[in-house]
């Protein structure tokens, strides 16, 4: 049977709830605002955070993200290296985190300037 002939054979009633529905769903979803994205330092330094507290928790795997996550936003933030660096160091990267180290130093230094 055909997607239109199987609709043709549904009861008026359920047709007309579907559509309703639909119709409250997206009138809801109207309604509701998007909040504009953050700007790269805001989102950056929420990602630094975040970072921060799966760093402290001992997810050192999740920590090491969030900090990559922040060096992608902003590749200009030395904490976010040095965050990197040192969620690398403690899963055992020690070749990666030194990598993080020298270019947070790098950018650290650059800022200074």
Known sequence: MTHARA???RPLACRLAVGLALIACLAGCARHKVSPPPDAATHAQQLLEAGNAAYQAGDYRLAARRYGAAAVVRSDDPAAYY???MALAKLGRDEDARTAYARARMLA???QQ
Do not use: D, T
Request: glycine residues 22%; positive net charge; proline residues 0%.
């Open 7 to 9: 609709l043709a054979h």
């Open 83 to 85: 965050g990197l660096g």
């Open 109 to 111: 230094q650059r800022q």
